[in-house]
Each structure stands twice: as C-alpha cells, then as structure tokens.
C-alpha cells in the first residue's frame, strides 16, 4: 500500500537546558493509505506530543512528518483530529449541526454544501435526529459521536485521534470502537489512533506500534492477523486476539515472552487408572460415612 503518512527520525524536545524534557526521538514509521493503525504506550510516553507534531500543531526539534509526499509545517487541510476531552473540544453554544459545520466555515464551504456534509457526517455517527440539540443536552458518548462527525465532515484524508474514548463508560467506548470500524471500512478512512488501552489497540487496529518509556521510541511494529470483520465477543475470545494482547502487554512492560510447556492430552490408559482412583476414593468415602452413622 502507498504511504499517506510518513514521520522519519521524529525528536521533540521541550525547553532547553538543565530543565529540558525529550518527549520522542527517533521516531520513524508509515501509515499507509486506508490503514487503521494504533499507536500505545506507556502513561506519559509522548503519545500526544507524537500526535500534536503530526497535526502540525507543534513543529518538532529533529525529523519530518510528511502528508502525501509534502512535509507537514502547519495542519493540513485535508487532517482532522478528534481529541479526549469531548466536553472541551465542543462549542456549548452551537448546536450539533453548528459544532459539525463550524470548520467547514472558516474553510469557506458554501451553506448548502455545509448543511449537506452535517446531515451525512451525523447520519454515518447514529445523531441525524439530534441535530438541533445542544452538547449539554447530550450523553458523554453522544457528545463523542458530534466530535467524530465534524471530524468526518471535513472529509480528511487522515483521521487522528487521541485517546477518544478514554472518558465514556466501558459499554459507550466498545459501541463507539463498533461505530469506527464501522464508518471506517465504509469510507476507507485512513486513522492514526493514540490510546492506553491494549485491548483497544488490538481490536481496532490493523497494526499496533508500540511505543517504550518516554523519551518514546518504536519498541515494536505489530501487525493485527484478525479478521476485517469484529465484534466485541468473539473478536477478543479469539487466541490470536489474546495471544497479541499478551505480546503487547509484554513488550509495554519490558518482558521476555514465555514459553508455555504443551498441553498434552492423557492416553486412554492413564484416564482409565485416574478414573479407578476416584471411585476407589468415592467408596471409601462412603464407607466412614457408614461407620459414622452406625458407630
């Protein structure tokens, strides 16, 4: 596949001096066009300074980041990113179709054409109906869902998202997770997603990049072997969803894999001997139960 997003020997810095602080460094990896790829690592890792110099929201100390060929020094028109903090990210005083349409103004789409994307951007997500509601009228997860449909609406070639259902309960977050597989295999979105969560970044993901203790650095580029169809039950009873969870946890917590002794099946001679215990045990069991009652 054609990479759409390329970050060679990323460095980020904060400060100078006694007090500076190394966020990333020698960072390099691609995403490839309509890849779902998942970075995780370790609380405090540089995870959201690695997405902020993706965004061209900050402009790193060393490397590149390149969109489509072309080096990133300010946000792309054609990237959107949907962050944590859903509360924060939307304008109480705008209504869902005002928060969805709101960048396509300052891009200077036209009314109809702004309408027209809200309207599909809110339908993709489950809200047509609450379109004229307010964020505060909204669930946590409804309110993630309005972030997720501006993003959409801006129609970006890459989709970036920190940690996004990191503040909703268990059962909002899988909906929400079912809710970008969904929208994702419909529109071939290419997705860059930061999170915490292992479970998350192995069922979401079509490779995990894992990332080791700040200052962050690529520890291990893991492709996902699961199928392009999942749900919440099956997906993650499957052994290769646990065998890779088991490896990323591992590799976040700097531990050599372990090796498991076979599980061997006992033969037929074995059985029958382990068999004739039990009822060698069960009668003699029930002879003191005899002798106690009769004693």
């Known amino acids: 596949m054609t990479p759409m997003l390329e970050v060679a020997d990323l460095r ?14 020698n960072l390099t990896f691609e995403v490839a066009t309509g890849e779902l790829a998942c970075i995780v690592g370790p609380s405090g890792c540089g995870k959201s300074t690695l997405l902020r110099c993706i965004a061209g929201l900050i402009k790193p100390s060393e490397g590149t980041v390149s969109l489509h060929g072309d080096k990133i020094d300010r946000t792309p028109e054609d990237l959107a990113v949907v962050f944590q903090d859903y509360s924060r990210s939307l304008f109480p005083w705008l209504s869902v179709r005002g928060n ?31 379109d004229g509601k307010y964020p505060w009228q909204l669930s946590g997860g409804m309110q993630q869902r309005v972030s997720i449909a501006r993003a959409l609406a801006c129609q970006p070639s890459l989709l970036l998202m920190d940690e996004p ?6 059962q909002t977050r899988f909906e929400l997770e079912d809710l970008l597989l969904r929208v994702r295999h419909e529109h071939s979105s290419t997705v860059l997603l930061v999170t915490h ?12 990049l894992v990332l080791s203790k700040s200052p962050a650095s690529i520890v291990a580029d893991l492709p996902v072997d699961l199928p392009a169809q999942r749900d919440q039950i099956t997906t993650r009873e499957s052994k290769n969803f646990v065998a890779l969870r088991g490896e990323v946890a591992r590799l976040l917590h700097n531990q050599p894999a372990v ?23 069960e009668r003699e069991q029930a002879r003191r139960r005899s002798d106690a009652s009769t004693g």
């Open 100 to 130: 969805v349409e709101f960048p396509l103004r300052s891009r200077g789409v036209s009314r109809a054409e702004r309408r027209k994307r809200s309207a599909e951007a809110l339908e993709w997500v489950g809200l047509s109906g609450a």
């Open 12 to 25: 980020h810095t904060y400060g100078s001096g006694p007090t500076a602080h190394t966020a990333v460094q």
């Open 197 to 208: 969560d292992i479970d998350e970044s192995v069922y979401l993901g079509d490779r995990v």
């Open 165 to 170: 259902f990191a503040s909703v309960d268990a």
């Open 259 to 281: 090796a498991h002794e076979p599980i061997t099946r006992p033969t037929p001679a074995q059985e029958s001997a382990a068999a004739q215990r039990f009822l060698e045990a």
